[in-house]
């Protein structure tokens, strides 16, 4: 029989209770795991479990092994004396070694870059001969020498150079177009040079004439077709006609006046050397229609050659003709080829501005940029005139 104490007072009841609830949760708690043991305290490495790497596979065949075969002898076994002389004996052929060698000169490497890759071409010559002088005849034939020579003739670069600018070839027209290049810099830069670039050559030409406008223009065209040109102007005059010619036939004997005194006055004027006149007239196309204009004219007695043209033509106006006619007297000795006075001085005294630039003042086009065209167009028709001249010579 269980016998019961008796419980003195509350509190070792609530004592008591408690520490039944206590045991109880501690009974219900997880165990705590083992912590893990450091990699020092494991025994071994952390690769030692790591299979070893399998061998790589080997794309290289390999020669068969050919066990090395013996020669057998092949003993008679009746041997008959000869009295002769005896024959060699026969050789066996090993037919299995000539097969392995074959293989093996099949199987050898051979490199991508030959042996020979940087080795001169030409044979170097012995100590012997370094001493001799080589001619072309002793030079070994080298195809890579025959196509250096096809470009290069001669002795080098500089011939080749020369002779391709002498043919006339791309390195003459880089070289031109060069030096167009450097003269138009210099030309732009100080426009008193172009004359200066463009002096010289074989061309000579006498302008019979002063005025600088009128020289200038005829330098530039001739320059301009014959790329060098060197002209000069010398005074000349004429008295056969009028102070200011009428009609083509007037200006034309005018210009041929001034042709003759030029060669007359200046000895270094021959036959030989051109001249080139110009003479500016008035010209009537229609009724009260005036137009002023300049004949140039170019003789050069030499080669039989005289050419004329004309240049673009000025329209006058009316009252500029009666101011003509009124300053010319009834008792001028020419009067029947034109009047006493010039055009330009009654146009400049007109229009208040100096005598070369009435033109430019009263169309927009100057007296020099007529001439330089018209100039231009009679230096084209005597290169070709010196052209035909040269044929027939």
Avoid at 112 to 122: F, R, T, V, Y
Avoid at 208 to 213: L, P
Avoid at 262 to 291: K, M, Q
Wanted: aromatic content about 4%; proline content about 9%.
């Amino acid at each position: 029989m269980l016998s019961i104490k008796p419980v003195d007072d509350m509190s070792s009841i609530l004592l008591h209770f408690d520490e039944s609830i206590k045991m109880s949760n501690a009974d219900k708690k997880k165990p705590i795991p083992t912590a893990p043991l450091p990699a020092a305290t494991i025994p071994g490495n952390l690769l030692s479990s790591v299979a070893p790497p399998t061998q790589l596979p080997n794309f290289i065949t390999a020669s068969p092994v050919v066990a090395p075969v013996v020669p057998i002898e092949v003993k008679p076994s009746v041997v008959v004396p000869q009295s002769g002389p005896q024959p060699a004996p026969a050789t066996v052929l090993n037919s299995n070694a000539d097969t392995s060698t074959t293989l093996q000169d099949q199987e050898m490497f051979s490199p991508a870059i030959p042996p020979s890759k940087g080795e001169p071409m030409l044979p170097i010559r012995p100590p012997e001969d370094s001493q001799a002088s080589q001619t072309s005849e002793s030079l070994p034939a080298s195809p890579e020498i025959d196509r250096i020579g096809d470009v290069m003739p001669g002795s080098g670069l500089i011939t080749w150079m020369k002779g391709a600018v002498s043919t006339g070839g791309i390195l003459q027209r880089v070289a031109e177009k060069a030096k167009n290049s450097v003269d138009s810099m210099i030309t732009t830069l100080d426009p008193q040079m172009k004359e200066y670039l463009k002096s010289g050559g074989d061309l000579y030409i006498v302008v019979a004439c002063e005025e600088e406008d009128k020289v200038s223009a005829i330098r530039e065209a001739f320059q301009t077709v014959f790329g060098k040109a060197t002209v000069l102007g010398h005074s000349a005059r004429s008295e056969v006609t009028a102070a200011q010619p009428v009609g083509y036939a007037a200006a034309y004997a005018a210009a041929k006046q001034r042709v003759a005194h030029v060669r007359s006055t200046c000895a270094e004027v021959t036959n030989n050397v051109p001249v080139v006149a110009i003479e500016g007239f008035l010209h009537e196309a229609v009724s009260d229609r005036w137009y002023e204009m300049s004949v140039v004219v170019l003789s050069q007695p030499s080669i039989g050659v005289e050419l004329q043209v004309c240049g673009q033509g000025t329209p006058v106006a009316v009252a500029a003709l009666a101011a003509l006619r009124a300053a010319t007297p009834g008792s001028y000795v020419h009067r029947d080829t034109g009047f006493a006075v010039t055009l330009e001085s009654v146009m400049a005294a007109s229009l208040q501005v100096p005598q070369t630039e009435w033109q430019d003042a009263l169309t927009g086009v100057g007296r020099r940029e007529i001439l330089s065209l018209a100039a231009r167009s009679l230096a084209g028709s005597y290169k070709k005139s010196l052209a035909v001249s040269a044929g027939e010579v």
